[in-house]
């Protein structure tokens, strides 16, 4: 906290205190909160709403002159808010479901993954959607409007196999699928697999991985985040692999601070940061080999959407568009403003609906000022953002994985 001189470059790049103008919603003002709790103020109302209202989304450290890790400072504050805090005991009851037993357990995400399918299959949804009942309930229409579209058959089926490269093996990989991911970008997974067979690679899909821990880490759950990152890094460490990939910048960014996460424990400390030195996003790993140029043209004109947790929390910029401009045919335009936070923020748009559509209603005017057909992107919950903004302000537009685009050019 102390390497804050209290600057104001932060200010611009934040975006609640780009829509609302309160200090304490700005990286400074909130910690300028933080040394008062540290001082010995009390956990108030106030500061958790202030602290809740955050993105996390990092862009105040790429503006940062002095080197504040502003992401480890939320997540440490929201530990405290956490551990300090008595929630009401049906919210406590509903936390601990979803963050130890939902998000863990691949038999829970299958029941889950199968109700949201029929919902959706069954026309049901667009039943609710058309009758507006959800908005006599508040913010549960926009919450629902952001409901992922379950992906039959999941990807749980391909966990624990290895895929051989096609051609010469060039590269031995293991590939983290998430969580969620399983059930709502099972394509996305299958999509990633295929890209990297095709540039080489053999892909283990390891059984015994488990979700990353982000969602934890995020919501203050540092116990929780700590003990997934053991069982990652059980699953994986000693495997052998030449990288550890990723298609989620969300998650990747917590897996690559799996060496901070755990520098506390004498087991894992030195396993966590040897896992954390083979961690790559998929975007980051395919730019920095020799890309299979044997691509059909894609006639198509594309904008690109950074994702917050792999530009300023991991630092990668131009592999994605590097990766687009590859792909024959294919017309990049740069959007303005591309940096700026969609409103996703893992769960963010859930917990903060309305701040979230806010931000996406901008997005999406930069999105239109370039006339896209598609809507790309390196992270899952930037496509689900990108997707609901499409539905209420775009032309139309296909949102698409990065990788996503490379397997259609592969022939897939």
């Not at 205190?17 to 309160?22: I, K």
């Not at 808010?81 to 299958?110: G, Y």
């Not at 989620?248 to 901070?260: D, F, Q, R, W």
Request: hydrophobic residues 40%; positive net charge.
């Amino acid at each position: 906290m102390d390497k804050c001189v209290h600057c104001g470059l932060c200010l611009n790049a934040c975006p609640t205190y780009r829509q609302l103008g309160v200090e304490m919603d700005s990286p400074r003002g909130r910690i300028y909160q933080m040394v008062q709790i540290a001082s010995g103020s009390p956990v108030s109302g106030a500061y958790t709403e202030h602290i809740g209202l955050c993105l996390a989304c990092r862009a105040c450290e790429t503006a940062c002159p002095s080197g504040v890790q502003y992401g480890r400072l939320i997540e440490d504050a929201r530990a405290e808010i956490e551990a300090r805090t008595e929630r009401p005991l049906l919210v406590r009851i509903f936390r601990d479901f979803v963050f130890q037993h939902l998000l863990e357990s691949r038999t829970m995400l299958t029941v889950a993954g199968s109700m949201l399918y029929l919902y959706q299959a069954s026309g049901l949804q667009r039943l609710v959607r058309a009758s507006r009942i959800l908005e006599l309930f508040g913010p549960l229409a926009k919450i629902e409007s952001l409901a992922p579209q379950a992906q039959i058959p999941f990807f749980f089926r391909q966990i624990g196999k290895t895929f051989p490269a096609l051609g010469e093996t060039k590269y031995r990989v293991a590939f983290l699928a998430g969580c969620i991911a399983n059930v709502s970008f099972a394509r996305l997974n299958d999509a990633t697999v295929r890209v990297l067979q095709k540039n080489g690679c053999e892909v283990v899909i390891p059984k015994s991985q488990t979700c990353c821990g982000a969602l934890h880490a995020h919501s203050g759950r540092t116990a929780d985040a700590q003990r997934l990152a053991r069982r990652n890094i059980d699953a994986l460490v000693e495997g052998g692999f030449d990288a550890v990939i990723t298609n989620a910048a969300g998650c990747g960014s917590t897996l690559k601070e799996y060496a901070h996460l755990l520098h506390d424990d004498p087991a894992y400390a030195e396993r966590a940061a040897e896992f954390s030195s083979r961690m790559k996003d998929v975007t980051e790993f395919l730019a920095s080999i020799r890309l299979n140029r044997n691509m059909k043209p894609l006639v198509v004109s594309v904008t690109y959407q950074d994702s917050c947790h792999l530009l300023h929390g991991q630092k990668i910029k131009a592999a994605p568009r590097q990766l687009l401009e590859t792909i024959p045919g294919l017309v990049f335009r740069e959007m303005p403003m591309s940096d700026h936070c969609c409103g996703s923020a893992g769960i963010y748009n859930v917990l903060q609906p309305d701040m979230a559509l806010t931000l996406l209603k901008e997005k999406m005017e930069c999105v239109k000022s370039v006339h896209p057909a598609v809507i790309a992107t390196a992270n899952p919950g930037c496509l689900l953002q990108l997707e609901a903004g499409v539905q209420k302000w775009g032309n139309g537009q296909r949102v698409m994985h990065v990788v996503e685009l490379l397997d259609e050019a592969y022939g897939a």
